[in-house]
């Protein structure tokens, strides 16, 4: 009886072992591009073979573009391993190009560490909101706008926002002209200031993606602004 159930008890502990590490990120860092030379590194948790992580991620984006800077997103990051958040910030401490580091609220353990560290070697800027971290440049956003913000940073704001809202999280598209060409082109015949047939309207173009999350888009604009101001002049 007593074999039995300490079998059957290593059973469900076994079974239990193997959900607990289902939910785990698989991916711990997600990278990509942005504005065409900023490099976008995504960290859900600091852990193991992090800075082995991060490296890969680097030189596969530098493979197909020339990097201006970095932004290590550790927005609603974790962990526990503070020997891999110093293997990371040494990581990045020894590089030269720009480096911005995005956190928040639910920014903890050892990703706050690991913002810290790299903030105090002057390895790069903090941006965002923080209890553990004090930022270099404090951007207010709300939790649940941050977490649409990640799985989209192009996203619009919602269609209830007001003008002035867009406009304090960044968003300028409020105050853009969006009147088509063939309207001006009507407007001028109306006037008689063009024949119909002096003009013809051409399709307008598509807008750029415009990045709305504030914090994100702030951090973007200081590696570009960085990246002309270091390059060398004739």
Do not use: C, W
Request: proline content about 6%; charged content about 25%; aromatic content about 4%.
């Amino acid at each position: 009886m007593t074999r039995r159930f300490f079998s059957l008890l290593a059973s469900l502990l076994a079974v239990g072992g193997s959900l607990r590490a289902d939910t785990t990120n698989g991916t711990p860092v997600k990278s990509s591009i942005l504005e065409n030379n900023v490099a976008y590194l995504r960290v859900g948790e600091v852990q193991k073979n992090l800075a082995d992580e991060i490296s890969a991620a680097e030189s596969t984006l530098t493979t197909t573009n020339k990097i201006a800077g970095t932004i290590l997103d550790l927005r609603f990051a974790e962990g526990d391993d503070l020997a891999a958040a110093k293997a990371t910030a040494d990581l990045f401490t020894a590089q030269k190009l720009p480096l911005a580091i995005l956190v928040n609220g639910e920014t903890h353990g050892a990703a706050a560490t690991l913002a810290t560290d790299l903030q105090e070697s002057r390895a790069g800027l903090v941006f965002g909101g923080s209890t553990e971290v004090k930022p270099d440049i404090a951007v207010a956003v709300k939790t649940d706008d941050e977490k649409k913000f990640l799985d989209n940073p192009y996203a619009p704001p919602a269609q209830g926002e007001t003008n002035a809202d867009a406009a304090t999280n960044g968003d300028l598209s409020t105050f853009i002209d969006h009147t088509s060409e063939a309207d001006l082109v009507r407007e001028k015949i109306k006037d008689g200031d063009e024949d119909e047939d002096s003009m013809p309207p051409r399709p307008a173009e598509p807008q750029k993606p415009y990045i709305h999350d504030p914090t994100l888009a702030r951090a973007v604009d200081l590696i570009k602004a960085l990246a002309v101001i270091r390059q060398p002049h004739a």
